[in-house]
């Protein structure tokens, strides 16, 4: 029997990096550069802008040479005698506070439910999604449609269309933010239930079963287990949570224009810049005020982000 001499294994080459040529540093350059040039273009240099041009007075008719200098006019208008601004802040806050009760918890239950792989669990997937999909424009006329005093939805199922007993949902400036408040949380609500479904898919099943084999619930489990999982996609639904509420605009701008109960510091920005009486300073003071407000919230979740990034 003749015999067979293994022959001993080839050393590895060692690895070479490959040089970039002119081609791929071309490629790397576009896909680098366009973007950024996008986003100095459509994004900083006009935040930058304006923050510039809220310390001046500009009616934006007569070029720049009637800009005047205000200095901190503006803002002393603003926080002391413009009477817009408390309301606008107040709902503003009120918008970002119902948010983070219902939308956010009720997104997260749908997202646990529909992750246990029910029968149909694309079909209600997409139906909850819908909403998202519409424009925000679409749902304000939407909301005309449910709160109108005599034709609407809500009053002709209630029995309050009628002129003795109408309910006047949006001219009431005490019901109608939130009327408003209630078609935007049924949008809200399938955004976040997405964002949620997509972190329970990256948690590992073994987790969950190995929690249930020592004697945890389904609480237990969730608590202890999945919860803690969720933490970098909490923090994306906190950020995207406070943009949209921040954001608001489309809805409350198509039944009034933001007016007689439903200032927000959006409308405010556009009817003091693109309004009756163009005052670009004074509309620019408020997105300024805006910009910073989102600041706050945003960079905590960048540097936690990026700070994750560097220890990983």
């Not at 992750?115 to 424009?135: A, E, T």
């Not at 749902?139 to 109408?166: C, D, I, K, R, Y």
């Amino acid at each position: 029997m003749a015999s067979t001499t293994l022959s001993p294994p080839r050393p590895k080459a060692p690895n070479r990096l490959r040089r970039y040529t002119v081609r791929d540093r071309a490629a790397l350059g576009l896909m680098a550069g366009v973007p950024l040039l996008l986003s100095l273009a459509f994004v900083w240099l006009p935040a930058l802008a304006t923050v510039a041009l809220s310390f001046f007075n500009w009616t934006g008719i007569g070029g720049f040479s009637d800009m005047k200098p205000a200095g901190l006019e503006n803002y002393r208008i603003i926080f002391t005698i413009y009477p817009e601004f408390p309301p606008a802040i107040e709902h503003n806050l009120l918008w970002l506070a119902v948010f983070f009760v219902i939308p956010a918890p009720f997104g997260l239950f749908l997202a646990f439910q529909l992750n246990k792989r029910l029968r149909g669990s694309s079909i209600y997937q997409s139906i909850l999604f819908l909403p998202v999909v519409l424009s925000l424009a679409l749902v304000g006329f939407m909301t005309e449609l449910v709160f109108s005093p005599t034709e609407g939805l809500v009053n002709n199922l209630t029995g309050h269309a009628g002129q003795n007993n109408l309910i006047d949902w949006l001219g009431d400036p005490r019901l109608n933010i939130w009327a408003v408040l209630i078609m935007a949380c049924w949008r809200q609500t399938g955004y976040v239930m997405i964002l949620f479904l997509a972190g329970l898919k990256s948690v590992d099943p073994s987790l969950q079963e190995a929690a249930s084999l020592d004697g945890a619930n389904e609480w237990q489990s969730f608590r202890h287990v999945v919860w803690p999982a969720l933490r970098s996609i909490n923090i994306v639904v906190v950020v995207i949570t406070v943009i949209e509420s921040l954001r608001a605009f489309d809805i409350v701008y198509i039944i009034n224009q933001g007016t007689n109960g439903l200032q927000l510091l959006s409308t405010l920005i556009t009817a003091n810049i693109i309004g009756e009486t163009s005052r670009i300073g004074f509309g620019s003071a408020l997105a300024t005020i805006l910009l910073v407000i989102s600041l706050a919230f945003v960079l905590p979740y960048v540097y936690i982000t990026f700070r994750k990034d560097t220890r990983s």
